[in-house]
Nanobody, 117 residues
Framework: QVQLVESGGGWVQAGASLRLSCAPS????????MAWYRQVQDNERELVAR???????NYADSVKGRFTISRNKARNTVYLQMDNLKSEDTAVYYC???????????WGQGTQVTVSS
């Protein structure tokens, strides 16, 4: 069973930065896309940023210009650099990796990001 290992969450004040990282416990499959989602309490999980197999990226409007998604292809690791954090960024952030060909989704366990104003 492949697990995604996340790190980098925490508590910061508004305006600060955090960097999240995520990698599979075993590099056993080819990856189509890597992404970060976030969820606030019982609300729907929303896409924050995605990086596709061709390197193109997509961002939620609310994070454009502040967050940057990147990847290390050799290590199958995805990062989310979060700058100028706002209180509304407070959420549990989940890593997502989509397997190439099968489109099977793998999810991380979630990491809490708390931004105080």
């Amino acid at each position: 069973q492949v697990q995604l290992v996340e790190s980098g969450g925490g508590w910061v004040q508004a305006g600060a930065s955090l960097r999240l990282s995520c990698a599979p416990s075993r590099n056993t499959f080819a990856i189509n896309s890597m992404a970060w989602y976030r969820q606030v309490q019982d609300n729907e999980r929303e896409l924050v940023a995605r990086i596709n197999i061709d390197g193109s990226t997509n961002y939620a409007d609310s994070v454009k210009g502040r967050f940057t998604i990147s990847r290390n292809k050799a290590r199958n690791t995805v990062y989310l650099q979060m700058d100028n954090l706002k209180s509304e960024d407070t959420a549990v952030y989940y890593c997502n990796i989509r397997q190439l060909k099968t489109d099977r989704d793998y999810w991380g366990q979630g990491t809490q990001v708390t931004v105080s104003s």
